[in-house]
């Protein structure tokens, strides 16, 4: 099996516009690849592509042209493979009421032929904080419940690559940050995992690489510290001794001794210096705005 877990290559998607008879073009000839144990953010403002590329992945969708496969096969020749190979957490929150938790993930592992899956949902329960909730109905959970079942349901049948559409969507700040700890912890274990958000401080935090998509097309694919130094402002605040403050702005390039040296300031004049790195957020805006 090709140890490339997704790959898309020169993907493009259209879609009708029945009044005119005309196709608007929702995916623009995009191509990246995502390595196994990696995070790979999938970044746009709305409308920019992400649905159509995610629909397309998961078989929803057919590409117009192009090509998207998973662990090497073409995800139209062998849609039930690529299932097989996958887990998916969509935006839109499950609500099928009437089933527990531990109900819900038999049904799941079952329709992966998962006859004796009872150690893995285990596992899922406890790391996802579920344990004790495990015989509740579904109808009985909070919105950030719902959406750890979502995980567990994507994660039961231990795929390699993981689609994580919006994960946190709607959830709070303790539990976002123990669902980050679980993804990187699932990173670690070898899955490929592609991540889209519009919380880029979590992109930020979670992606070694992201591509950034805006009106179909993508416009930067590369390490996240790279975008980051490229397009945002790193401040540099320097308190010296003898009490005056001087600050550096837009300088992103530049390292600290470059900087003095420029700027013709001794380190032994200084009493304390602060670094405002640049923000995910500050370049991602400049690039689908400018």
């Known amino acids: 099996m090709n140890q490339i877990p997704l790959e898309l290559k020169n993907l493009i998607k259209t879609y009708p516009l029945k009044e005119s008879g005309k196709?608007?073009?929702?995916?623009?000839?995009?191509?990246?690849?995502?390595?196994p144990g990696e995070i790979f953010g999938l970044l746009g403002p709305n409308g920019a592509?992400?649905?159509?590329?995610?629909?397309?992945?998961?078989?929803?969708?057919?590409?117009?042209?192009g090509q998207v496969e998973v662990f090497g096969v073409d995800v139209t020749k062998d849609p039930l493979f690529t299932k097989k190979q996958m887990g998916v957490v969509h935006q839109e929150i499950i609500n099928t009421g009437f089933f527990t938790i531990e109900e819900i993930l038999k049904f799941q592992s079952g329709y992966y032929g998962?006859?004796?899956?009872?150690p893995r949902i285990d596992y899922l329960l406890e790391k996802l904080s579920l344990k004790e909730h495990r015989s509740k109905n579904v109808k009985q959970l909070s919105g950030g419940m719902k959406r750890r079942l979502m995980i567990a349901k994507a994660l039961v049948h231990s795929p390699k690559l993981l689609l994580l559409?919006?994960?946190?969507?709607?959830?709070?700040?303790?539990?976002?940050?123990?669902l980050w700890n679980f993804v990187t912890?699932?990173?670690?274990?070898?899955?490929?995992?592609?991540l889209?958000?519009?919380?880029?401080?979590?992109?930020e935090k979670l992606c070694e690489r992201v591509g950034i998509i805006n009106?179909?097309?993508?416009?930067?694919?590369?390490?996240?510290?790279?975008?980051?130094s490229q397009y945002s402002t790193k401040k540099v605040h320097l308190e010296m001794k003898s009490g005056l403050?001087?600050?550096?702005?837009?300088?992103?390039?530049?390292?600290?001794?470059?900087?003095?040296?420029?700027?013709?300031?001794?380190?032994?004049?200084?009493?304390?210096?602060?670094?405002?790195?640049?923000?995910?957020?500050?370049?991602?805006?400049?690039?689908?705005n400018s």
């Open 196 to 203: 889209t958000t519009h919380y880029l401080e979590e992109a």
């Open 245 to 288: 403050k001087v600050s550096f702005t837009d300088v992103a390039s530049m390292g600290l001794v470059e900087i003095l040296e420029k700027n013709k300031i001794a380190f032994s004049d200084i009493k304390n210096i602060k670094v405002d790195e640049g923000k995910l957020e500050e370049a991602f805006s400049k690039m689908v």
């Open 114 to 118: 998962l006859r004796n899956n009872q």
């Open 165 to 178: 559409d919006e994960p946190t969507a709607g959830v709070d700040v303790g539990l976002r940050e123990s």
């Open 23 to 35: 196709f608007v073009e929702a995916v623009r000839d995009v191509s990246f690849a995502i390595k």
């Open 215 to 228: 009106k179909g097309k993508i416009i930067f694919i590369g390490e996240t510290h790279a975008v980051i």
């Open 49 to 65: 592509g992400k649905t159509s590329i995610i629909s397309t992945i998961t078989t929803l969708e057919k590409p117009t042209s």
């Open 185 to 194: 912890e699932l990173k670690n274990e070898g899955i490929a995992i592609l």
